[in-house]
């Protein structure tokens, strides 16, 4: 039997009927669509040629991981070995103000670092207030809590982060929220990330509250990027949409 073209496509897009044409709502379709589309190119998610997650892209690159760790780590290690608090506040935020200004003489995108340098800032701020090492990771405990709040907002209205995030780049645009097996789909993607931010909670807090400096800088280094992109790879294949070929199902 000769297959139809198009085959290669989600069932649940080759199924679809064009809608019969309420102007308002295609309106109101089209504008959740930009912001949606603005969302997903914000965030930085990026696929490779072989049609797969590009997980070090996604993070920007080795430069990205750079500008991620590098401050937290000098941070670490020079608390650890100095007890400086000055000194290793003074290199974190140096650091990290260094790869903005790299990126501004070479003409790079700002973003990343800049927001960078304003937190690595923030987290300063804390430790200097306080006076404590462990308060400079105090920031990223309320950081985390909210995108779980947030991603738990967005499963409970339908709107899973994980669908903004890879439907525009799958080409779904927001076609997949007219299947329901494709919002559970994004659902259980955004449901993983989710699991990555309580996982840092539940495994920092407690060195926290030790004060131990030491053991948190390394489980965030650890936990951070690289776990992150894990979940970004994970929520990736367990949300990837079936081809009809693939679900053993044949035109008639």
């Known amino acids: 039997m000769t297959e139809r073209p198009g085959s290669d496509l989600p069932e649940y897009r080759r199924s679809a009927e064009p809608s019969g044409g309420n102007p308002q709502t295609e309106e109101q379709q089209a504008t959740l669509g930009d912001v949606a589309g603005a969302y997903a190119a914000k965030a930085g998610v990026e696929r490779g040629d072989d049609g797969q997650i590009d997980v070090l892209?996604?993070?920007?690159?080795?430069?990205?991981?750079?500008?991620?760790?590098?401050?937290?780590?000098?941070?670490?290690l020079l608390f650890t070995v100095t007890s400086e608090l000055y000194l290793s506040l003074g290199a974190a935020v140096a650091s990290a103000a260094a790869f903005s200004a790299a990126n501004l003489v070479q003409k790079r995108p700002l973003m990343q670092s800049l927001t960078g340098v304003i937190g690595v800032i923030i987290c300063a701020v804390f430790a200097l207030r306080s006076g404590s090492g462990t308060e400079f990771f105090l920031p990223g405990f309320f950081v985390n809590a909210a995108y779980i709040l947030a991603f738990a907002v967005s499963i409970a209205v339908r709107w899973p982060v994980a669908g903004l995030l890879f439907g525009f780049i799958r080409g779904e645009n927001l076609e997949w929220r007219a299947s329901r097996k494709r919002i559970r789909a994004y659902a259980l993607a955004t449901w993983i990330i989710i699991a990555v931010f309580a996982l840092r909670l539940g495994v920092q807090l407690p060195l926290y509250l030790a004060d131990n400096v030491g053991a948190l800088g390394t489980m965030r280094l650890a936990m951070g990027v690289p776990l992150y992109a894990l979940g970004l790879w994970l929520a990736w294949m367990v949300s990837r949409p079936l081809t009809q070929q693939e679900s053993g199902k044949h035109p008639g």
């Not at 920007?60 to 991981?65: E, K």
């Open 57 to 76: 892209k996604s993070v920007g690159g080795v430069r990205g991981l750079a500008e991620a760790i590098v401050p937290g780590l000098l941070f670490t």
